[in-house]
Antibody, heavy 122, light 112 residues
Framework: QVQLQESGPGLVKPSQTLSLTCTVS??????????WTWIRQHPGKGLEWIGY???????YYNPSLKSRLTMSADMSKNQFSLKLTSVTAADTAVYYC??????????????WGQGTLVTVSS | EIVMTQSPLSLPVTPGEPASISCRSS???????????LGWYVQRPGQSPQLLIYLASQRASGVPDRISGSGSGTDFTLKISRVEAEDVGVYYC?????????FGQGTKLEIK
């Protein structure tokens, strides 16, 4: 059973960089068709897809965040990461990592982390 | 950007009664590979979202058969034949037609 666990600071100052890591267990991030995803949820709000990365390095980002966003993957640690620069209070949210099955006939997020709350505040 | 619109946004249901949630997309979710890339997720209180339905009508592993998805093109429905207490939560539809995934606003199902 694939499990995902987010980690990172729960508090980030405005204008600084938000950095999160997702550790995957029970499966490998180098599984062919899988994309490793970040999704966030603003307090009391709905879900927003941030972007995802394939282990070979392909990335796809939400256009509204693209200029501030970088994702990377570390196959040796079976982890993938997110960096979001120049954060503001609007980036305060619960951040989830998830696995996306991208093959024909899939198209779903089937494994999710528990989520981590990141608050942007001075 | 594909816009996903759900209704209703709030759904009070008596246990044992059916429930239905509608989702409409701003463009057809039928892919050239023949599949329709629409999924349903539920976020139970205090939990992460969980996959219920993919490809508009395929139940994910472990999802009871009283939960079903239907629809095509731009109009989709999630139905629960007999609501139970464990069904309380927020239900989201999401498209997977293109890489910029978007979700519906969410429908909050509560028990009357």
């Amino acid at each position: 059973q694939v499990q995902l666990q987010e980690s990172g600071p729960g508090l980030v100052k405005p204008s600084q960089t938000l950095s999160l890591t997702c550790t995957v267990s029970g499966g490998s991030i180098s599984s062919g068709g899988d994309y490793w995803t970040w999704i966030r949820q603003h307090p009391g709000k709905g879900l927003e897809w941030i972007g995802y990365i394939h282990y070979r390095g392909s990335t796809y980002y939400n256009p509204s965040l693209k200029s501030r966003l970088t994702m990377s993957a570390d196959m040796s640690k079976n982890q993938f990461s997110l960096k979001l620069t120049s954060v503001t209070a609007a980036d305060t949210a619960v951040y989830y990592c998830a696995r996306y099955g991208s093959k024909s006939g899939e198209g779903y997020f089937d494994h999710w982390g528990q989520g981590t709350l990141v608050t942007v505040s001075s | 950007e594909i816009v996903m619109t759900q209704s209703p946004l709030s759904l009070p249901v008596t246990p044992g009664e059916p429930a239905s949630i509608s989702c409409r997309s701003s463009q057809s979710l039928l892919h050239s590979d023949g599949y329709t890339y629409l999924g349903w997720y539920v976020q139970r209180p205090g939990q992460s979202p969980q996959l219920l339905i993919y490809l508009a009508s395929q139940r994910a592993s472990g999802v009871p058969d009283r939960i079903s998805g239907s629809g095509s093109g731009t109009d989709f429905t999630l139905k629960i034949s007999r609501v139970e207490a464990e069904d309380v939560g927020v239900y989201y539809c999401m498209h997977a037609l293109e890489t910029f995934h978007t979700f519906g606003q969410g429908t909050k199902l509560e028990i009357k």
